[in-house]
C-alpha cells in the first residue's frame, strides 16, 4: 500500500502538480528524534511552511522532493528558510519555526 501511495504521488508530480504535502507519508513519533523537517506547498516558490515526518521517510520524501522540483518550470532562488523545532506531539511529529 505505501508503496502505491509513493507512485501515485510521482505520478501526480510528473503531470505539473508542485505541492508537496503529507500525504501518504509516515507522521508517526515516540520521540522528537523519531521525526525530520520537510518543507511543504509549492516547491517551486519560496514558501517556509514546515511539516514533519517519521525519519524512516528520509528516501521516499527526498524521492517525492525531487520529483516536484523536477516539474518546475521556472525555478527561483530563495534564501534559506529559519530553522525548525522538532516535536513529537499525541504520537505525530510536528515541526515549528524556531523563535528568535
Do not use: H, Q
Amino acid at each position: 500500500m505505501r508503496r502505491f501511495l509513493l507512485t501515485a504521488l510521482l505520478l501526480l508530480a510528473a503531470c505539473g502538480d508542485t505541492e508537496a504535502t503529507l500525504d501518504g507519508f509516515d507522521t508517526s513519533c515516540a520521540v522528537a528524534e523519531d521525526c525530520m523537517v520537510v518543507l511543504l506547498g509549492d516547491i517551486c516558490g519560496c514558501d517556509c511552511t514546515y511539516g514533519a515526518i517519521n525519519s524512516g521517510e528520509a528516501e521516499s520524501w527526498a524521492d517525492y522532493d525531487a520529483s516536484l522540483r523536477d516539474a518546475c518550470t521556472d525555478p527561483v532562488d530563495c534564501t534559506p528558510c529559519p530553522d525548525a523545532d522538532l516535536s513529537c506531539d499525541a504520537g505525530m511529529c510536528v515541526a515549528t519555526p524556531t523563535e528568535g
